[in-house]
């Protein structure tokens, strides 16, 4: 296939993705966010098969990649929900981390115009430690910040399911044209008895000579 098709698209798509769920995965790895810091890296893994699926023309591999999309597109949903609050979800839970510490996300202190106030520790001293009051001046909240992300996540992935469905469709018509015609062997049939063939006509032929030059003694 050309350049500009399907399968040049979707290696755009997977590449794109990479890069977007490697930038993702900072910044969860910042908020110590554990399940989708799992999530992300099984998300590279698979983007990575499909990517070379594509490149290789491995159909199988795509269809791996295609299923899941569908699996990333469900959990970015449930993380829009998560951070809107919907169906009895709290953003202020413990889920993503489980239950292991309180962080939240990373964008929770550091979002863009947030301003930090903190203030020394009652009852300590001589101790650098500072105990967390508030953030205030945030240009835009967190959890918006988290849904543009998972968005543009479900985004991606949507349009990639679309693309890899294509280039599984065309890898297996070429393949089913590739067999239709025979392959690398067009003439597989006569390859498989071509041996015995050949060696019964060489016995044939031994055997003829044989008799011939026997006969020419005998008249001698």
């Known amino acids: 296939m050309g350049c500009c098709t399907g399968r ?11 890069l977007a769920a490697l930038e993702r995965q900072v910044f969860d790895f910042l908020g110590y ?6 999530a992300n890296f099984l998300h590279i893994i698979i983007v990575i098969l499909g990517l070379f699926g594509t490149i290789q023309y491995r159909p199988r591999y795509i269809v791996v990649y295609a299923i ?10 449930f993380i829009i929900c998560f951070y809107l609050e919907v169906g009895g979800l709290s953003k202020d839970s413990e889920l ?14 550091n979002g ?10 009652s009852g300590i001293k001589g101790l650098d430690s500072h105990s967390y009051i508030s953030v205030i001046g945030c240009a835009l909240e967190y959890r918006y910040i988290e849904v543009m992300h998972s968005s543009f996540q479900i985004l991606i992935a949507l349009v990639g399911f679309v693309y890899a469905c ?11 044209s590739f067999d239709f015609i025979g392959g690398f ?29 026997s ?5 001698n």
């Open 8 to 18: 040049c698209t979707l290696i755009f798509l997977c590449t794109l993705q990479l």
């Open 33 to 38: 966010q554990w399940a989708p810091i799992l």
């Open 68 to 77: 899941w999309t569908a699996v990333w597109v469900t959990w970015n949903i």
């Open 96 to 109: 993503l981390t489980f239950n292991i510490s309180r962080h939240q996300s990373w964008w929770s202190e």
């Open 112 to 121: 863009p115009g947030c301003v930090r106030k903190e203030a020394p520790m």
């Open 166 to 176: 294509y280039v599984v469709s065309v890898f297996t018509e070429e393949e089913d």
């Open 185 to 213: 062997d067009p003439f597989p049939l006569y390859h498989v008895n071509e041996k015995p063939t050949n060696l019964l006509f060489k016995q044939t032929y031994l055997l003829i000579s044989l008799t011939g030059f």
């Open 215 to 219: 006969g020419m003694e005998g008249t």
